[in-house]
């Protein structure tokens, strides 16, 4: 059992000695880039439009398109470069759904670009993302359309008793129900 473990640290050594000559070549195009790991690695990559080599870096380190859509969607958002983030949306159907590009854009604080992916999630995920950027008219649209008395009432927890025309117009649509 003592040489297994050898095998495996040498097979994680192997990956990091890969890793730290992939990063030496790369060190031309971006000086940070010694050290960091394979996600911070790839991420850096994608901040800084290399989106060519993040993508030679994924296949070599057999990186699965769940993970990478993740570093990327983050990444993306991160620097705030949402005509790609929508370009990468749209290049094929998502590993990760869509959800993950309306947390990225919301975490970052842009509710237009967040809104555009909104209707590509499920009714449940839209009301809550709604409620999340301060749309609750919307969420009880979406609610509504549903025929969820539980989404209506998740809408009408979230605004409290704060907006009467709201609440009023929920309890109707619960009664129409």
């Known amino acids: 059992h003592f040489m297994d473990g050898c095998k495996e640290s040498s097979g994680i050594n192997a990956e990091y000695g890969q890793l730290l000559r992939r990063q030496m070549a790369l060190k031309v195009k971006v000086a940070d ?68 590009f309306v947390k990225a854009c919301i975490e970052n604080s842009n509710k237009a670009e967040a809104i555009k992916y909104i209707d590509r999630v499920a009714k449940e995920q839209q009301v809550e993302f709604y409620i999340e950027l301060n749309m609750p008219e919307k969420a009880a649209e979406i609610a509504k359309s549903a025929k969820s008395i539980d989404l209506l009432d998740n809408v009408l927890n979230a605004i409290g008793s704060q907006n009467t025309v709201l609440t009023e117009t929920i309890n109707s649509f619960k009664n129409g129900l």
């Open 33 to 100: 880039i010694i050290g960091l790991n394979l996600n911070e690695t790839i991420s850096i990559l994608i901040q800084r439009a290399l989106l060519g080599d993040a993508d030679n870096v994924r296949k070599e380190f057999k990186i699965s398109d769940k993970k990478f859509w993740w570093l990327k969607v983050r990444a993306l958002a991160e620097t705030r470069n949402w005509p790609e983030l929508e370009k990468f949306a749209k290049s094929k159907k998502s590993p990760i759904g869509y959800a993950p």
